[in-house]
């Protein structure tokens, strides 16, 4: 059985730093690529940031580059999301993913989500 399980959101002030953990089994974590996505409230679900099986590639939206990092620890099969100078506009559910070899946006397992709430 695969499990995403993301881990460390909360509530923050703007220009505060949050670091979020997903944590995956059932998957060799190695193999598949990695991402984030977000949703807040009352808007679609946006992409926030992947990287490649080994972490040696990356990629992320405009809106938190500079900001945020993306990494993982294959050793610990866990991905994290270094937030950094978060903004009210961050405020959402935090969603990591997995996708088999190659990142396209189109992953195949899904976390449950936790929530990041910043204040203003």
């Known amino acids: 059985q695969v499990q995403l399980v993301e881990s460390g959101g909360g509530l923050v002030q703007a220009g505060g730093s949050l670091r979020l953990s997903c944590a995956a089994s059932?998957?060799?974590?190695?193999?598949?690529?990695m991402g984030w996505f977000r949703r807040a409230p009352g808007k679609d679900r946006e992409f926030v940031a992947a990287?490649?099986?080994?972490?040696?590639?990356?990629y992320d939206t405009d809106s938190v580059r500079g900001r945020f990092t993306i990494s993982r620890d294959n050793a610990k099969n866990t991905m994290y999301l270094e937030m950094n100078s978060v903004k009210p506009e961050d405020t959402a559910v935090y969603y990591c993913?997995?996708?088999?070899?190659?990142?396209?946006?189109?992953?195949?397992?899904w976390g449950q989500g936790t929530q990041v709430t910043v204040s203003s």
């Open positions: 993913a997995a996708e088999l070899t190659t990142w396209r946006g189109r992953p195949t397992y």
């Open positions: 059932g998957i060799i974590f190695s193999h598949y690529a």
């Open positions: 990287l490649s099986r080994g972490g040696g590639s990356t």
